[in-house]
């Protein structure tokens, strides 16, 4: 029986990887149904070498396509199988198999074809955590995952290339408050992040950990206003239909300010107002959901991290900085009004603090450029006296 079905997965890998779209569209089809049977098995249906030849088809597949929206299409596609199977250990197998897969391929993909392999380890990690919400976040399944993140991706024995983990930090957080920012608590939250906060305590890779500070930290530093403004908007929501179920409703003044409008606008002008005062409201720059973490159980578990003595001193350094930083946000002091500019020029402290500084740079010296006595200040020294006269004026 074993030798059937291992010719089973070869003859999709070759239909998956085959140059002609039609049959590669309908191996795809016929392989959910395979996946779905298979997987119903109570052992899983599934050795992890099945698994690698069946990814093996799939990246050559997904090779094979052009045009984005099509690669966009088939990349939700091959990360949506994770769905059919029918039980945890096949899901995870099958998580784990394509990271086997992307590491050992990733080095030989092209910068023509680099773009579509980015999408599919986006989508990949975006149906892993939508199959997590489906099982409501469960302790197991969570612990699992980040178990397997850490063997395939940040441990120094994974064999890992600094590309492929390098993507993987930058859609994390991304792809994980797109996903769970609406239910995820604080607490989770910091279950999430916990491996790259061990990794950060002990790697001997400063690219990593530099990595790590500007990928995760810098980002839940840069998200913390928009995290504090979402969760007071929460509250007050909240109190706001406990008031009105208390009051019962509004007076009748307030009732009829609603329904007239003040004399002298014109109904134009009253179009005019409340579309500003709605539709014109920022959107936080597009910076979309973000996660909710609480800053000083953040700070002490990093602490307790990076002094233990086997931390290297450079890791103990560099996130004792964050350490700070934490430890002010949650005294309610955000880094843009405690560290101005001046205060330090170690290119390190850049990754907390280097997109405020560089913003506040530009503008200064847009500021200094645009005003006329900087003009006539910075004028070349054969500038003419009548020059000079109308500078002054």
């Given amino acids: 029986m074993a030798p059937i079905q291992q010719e089973a997965e070869i003859q999709f890998a070759q239909r998956l990887a085959s140059n002609d779209k039609p049959m590669r569209t309908k191996a795809i089809k016929k392989l959910r149904k395979y996946i779905s049977v298979r997987s119903h098995k109570i052992n899983g249906g599934f050795t992890g070498d099945e698994l690698l030849k069946l990814w093996k088809g799939l990246f050559y597949c997904l090779w094979m396509q052009d045009k984005p929206l099509l690669q966009e299409e088939l990349s939700n596609q091959i990360s949506g199988l994770m769905h059919i199977f029918q039980n945890d250990q096949s899901m995870f197998l099958f998580l784990e198999t394509f990271l086997q897969t992307i590491k050992r391929e990733w080095t030989g993909i092209d910068r023509l074809h680099m773009d579509k392999f980015f999408q599919l380890v986006r989508f990949v990690f975006r149906n892993t955590f939508e199959m997590m919400k489906r099982k409501e976040w469960e302790t ?15 441990h120094s024995t994974s064999g890992a290339p600094c590309g492929l983990q390098f993507h993987i ?30 990794t950060a305590s002990k790697t001997k890779d400063r690219i990593l950990l530099k990595a790590i500070c500007g990928s995760i930290f810098s980002v839940i530093v840069d998200q913390a206003p928009f995290a504090i403004e979402d969760l007071l908007k929460e509250v007050n929501a909240t109190g706001g239909r406990s008031e009105e179920s208390d ?13 007239e409008p003040p004399k002298g606008k014109k109904d134009d002008e009253m179009c005019h107002l409340e579309s500003d005062s709605e539709s ?3 959107d936080d720059g597009g910076i979309g959901p973000v996660l909710q973490f609480d800053y000083s159980a953040l700070a002490d578990r990093l602490f307790g991290l990076a002094s233990r003595s086997n931390s290297p001193s450079h890791n103990r350094l560099r996130l004792y900085k964050v350490i700070k930083t934490l430890r002010d946000l949650s005294d309610g002091v955000f880094p843009q009004d405690e560290y101005p500019e001046e205060v330090s020029t170690d290119e390190d402290d850049d990754e907390m603090f280097g997109s405020r500084k560089r913003m506040k740079r530009g503008r200064a ?25 109308a500078c002054q004026k």
């Fill in 169 to 198: 930090l930058d859609i994390y957080m991304t792809e994980l408050a797109a996903v769970g920012s609406a239910e995820l608590t604080a607490a989770q939250n910091l279950t999430f992040i916990d491996p790259f906060c061990k």
């Fill in 365 to 389: 010296l847009e500021e200094e450029e645009s005003s006329p006595a900087k003009k006539c200040k910075g004028a070349a020294p054969e500038v003419t006296v009548l020059e000079s006269l």
């Fill in 140 to 154: 197991s399944v969570v612990t699992r995952f980040l178990e397997l993140l850490t063997a395939q991706v940040l």
């Fill in 280 to 282: 014109e409201i920022p």
């Fill in 247 to 259: 009051s019962g409703q509004a007076s009748e003044e307030e009732e009829e300010e609603k329904k």
